[in-house]
């Protein structure tokens, strides 16, 4: 805070410089319910808007407040605020969740992204033959495994083998054998699956649903790297929503 004032000032002193705004990102707002580290930045940050002003500078855009401090303290509107994950209709967190449920603000996020894929293949699998790379999966029964155009190269972590879960026909099945560079299997067994039907990784799908937050906890990770790692040569489709 210091060091404020005089580089201000420096930056007042360059023709060709104009300030126009001042920012902050929360360090620890998101995965906390104490909320003391946060309040202290807003009142650190009110503190520089303080220091700024006094040297002169009226400041037109000023912005704090990512998703989670838009939902938990509207205070910190200011002028902007930089909605990320929200935007999605992810929460940050279940901790950010659960606190706006404690201040009373009952808030409804819904997810806009669906990630598909098609079956490719399905193939019947004898008891006692093995699925995937490490022999990690051995079948105890006939069955019916389907194999999607899908792997880790595409972002669908290779911590999920053996514990994800993806939607078919409006069922969930389990990902069977360890996920590959671009293939994943799936026990379609007992859903009667066939090539090209579709597969939902990320979305609902007939009365089902699966949130990037589920696979997230199951990776041991966030929301943000699931969605963040979905390899962007997977093609996009703008879909309209009913209002």
Same mark, same amino acid.
Request: proline share 5%; hydrophobic share 45%; net charge positive.
């Given at each position: 805070?210091?060091?404020?004032?005089?580089?201000?000032e420096?930056?007042?002193?360059?023709?060709?410089?104009?300030?126009?705004?001042?920012s902050?990102?929360?360090?620890?707002?998101e995965?906390?319910?104490?909320?003391s580290?946060?309040?202290?930045?807003?009142? #650190?940050?009110?503190?520089?808007l303080?220091?700024? !002003?006094?040297?002169?500078v009226? +400041? *037109?855009? &000023?912005?704090a407040?990512a @998703?989670?401090?838009?939902?938990?303290y509207?205070?910190t509107?200011?002028?902007?605020m930089?909605?990320?994950?929200?935007?999605y209709?992810?929460?940050?967190? #279940?901790?950010?969740?659960?606190?706006?449920?404690? !201040?009373g603000?009952?808030?409804? +996020? *819904?997810p &806009?992204?669906?990630?598909? @894929?098609?079956?490719?293949?399905?193939?019947?699998?004898?008891?006692?033959e093995f699925?995937?790379?490490?022999?990690?999966?051995?079948?105890?029964?006939?069955?019916?495994?389907?194999?999607?155009?899908?792997?880790?190269?595409?972002?669908?972590?290779?911590?999920?083998?053996?514990?994800?879960?993806?939607?078919?026909?409006?069922?969930?099945?389990?990902?069977?054998g360890?996920?590959?560079?671009?293939?994943t299997?799936?026990?379609?067994?007992?859903?009667?699956?066939?090539?090209?039907?579709?597969?939902?990784?990320?979305?609902?799908?007939?009365?089902?649903?699966?949130?990037?937050?589920?696979?997230?906890e199951?990776?041991?990770?966030?929301?943000?790297?699931?969605l963040?790692?979905?390899?962007?040569?997977?093609?996009?489709?703008?879909v309209?929503?009913?209002?």
């Open positions: 805070m210091d060091e404020l004032a005089p580089f201000v420096r930056l007042r002193l360059m023709d060709h410089l104009a300030i126009e705004g001042a902050t990102h929360f360090a620890n707002i995965d906390t319910l104490d909320p580290y946060a309040e202290l930045q807003i009142e #650190r940050f009110r503190e520089a303080t220091v700024i !002003k006094a040297a002169g009226e +400041l *037109t855009h &000023v912005h407040a @998703t989670a401090g838009a939902l938990l509207p205070e509107g200011f002028a902007m930089r909605l990320g994950i929200g935007t209709g992810i929460w940050p967190s #279940r901790e950010t969740q659960i606190a706006a449920r404690e !201040k603000r009952r808030i409804t +996020l *819904t &806009v992204l669906t990630w598909k @894929t098609r079956i490719a293949q399905v193939k019947r699998i004898r008891p006692g699925i995937g790379y490490g022999l990690t999966y051995q079948a105890r029964r006939p069955m019916e495994a389907a194999v999607l155009p899908v792997g880790y190269y595409d972002g669908y972590d290779r911590k999920l083998s053996n514990a994800g879960r993806a939607l078919v026909r409006g069922h969930a099945v389990p990902v069977i360890r996920i590959a560079m671009n293939m299997m799936l026990d379609v067994t007992d859903v009667h699956a066939q090539a090209d039907d579709e597969v939902v990784l990320i979305g609902r799908q007939g009365a089902e649903e699966i949130r990037a937050e589920e696979l997230a199951k990776t041991g990770t966030i929301s943000y790297e699931v963040a790692r979905l390899n962007p040569r997977i093609p996009r489709v703008p309209q929503v009913p209002a």
